[in-house]
């Protein structure tokens, strides 16, 4: 089964740029649907994006801003996070799937917060 491993979360300013990896490990991610969620204090975790063999998807509040992406010979899957806003400021995780299933693989989670 694969082992996901979140990072590159941190601090940045209104406006400003991260992108989170997610290196996945014990299995390739060729091989499953994956996403990426978010939490915020004291919220119901919320779905961000996925990323399925041919499509690409996200949440309102983040199209257009957000690009999911994944690099098949690295095992690892990217969020970048362009024009971030407060309201971006949550635990962000990946998450794997059998196409046919529910999330059941889950990293530990990395931390984004957007100062205004």
């Known amino acids: 089964q694969v082992q996901l491993v979140e990072s590159g979360g941190g601090s940045v300013q209104a406006g400003g740029s991260l992108r989170l990896s997610c290196a996945a490990s014990?299995?390739?991610?060729?091989?499953?649907?994956m996403g990426w969620f978010r939490q915020a204090a004291g919220k119901q975790r919320e779905w961000v994006s996925h990323i399925n063999t041919e499509t690409t998807a996200y949440t309102d509040s983040v199209k257009g801003r957000f690009t999911a992406s994944k690099d098949k010979a690295k095992n690892t899957l990217y969020l970048q996070m362009n024009s971030q806003k407060p309201e971006d400021t949550a635990m962000y995780y990946c998450?794997?799937?059998?196409?046919?299933?529910?999330?059941?693989?889950w990293g530990q989670g990395t931390q984004v917060t957007v100062s205004s």
């Open positions: 998450a794997a799937r059998r196409c046919w299933g529910q999330y059941n693989y």
């Open positions: 014990g299995d390739t991610i060729n091989n499953y649907c």
